[in-house]
């Protein structure tokens, strides 16, 4: 009898623990875009051994992440996604800052992480413009205040 009871228990445990169990895995990717930056892209072409790359990821839930990647590059300002594109101008307004100031020469992995809040437009707008193609991410030096490296973001 006692037998029956304790193979009761652990069956009613088993079950209960199945019960609480979730497929929920958290954010899934949804897209991914990337862009590669480079002088020849900006506007005007700026001469520059500088290149990088940035890649987008957007997770369910309107998440964005990034990885900013750049080589050769010196006295970064600031590094942005830019959007609209202005067909007058080539260039538009920043609505995403991705990294601030880095002193001195640099290589490597300038700034990761979670998209931070969208300036002027909503998120979904933003992303709109990023699927259209018409959206840019850019990195700001001290020699090059308007951008040394630059590059369109479009889906991979």
Known sequence: MRERLVLSGLTVAALLA???????LGPVVVERFTATLNGANEVP???TTATGTATFTLLTGNILTYRLDVAGITGVAAAHIHAPIDPATNTGPVRVTLSGAVGGAFTGTLAEGLAPAVVGISMDSLLVLIRSGNSYANVHTSANPGGEIRGQIVKQ
């Open 18 to 24: 199945l019960a609480s169990c979730s497929d929920d």
């Open 45 to 47: 072409p700026v001469t």
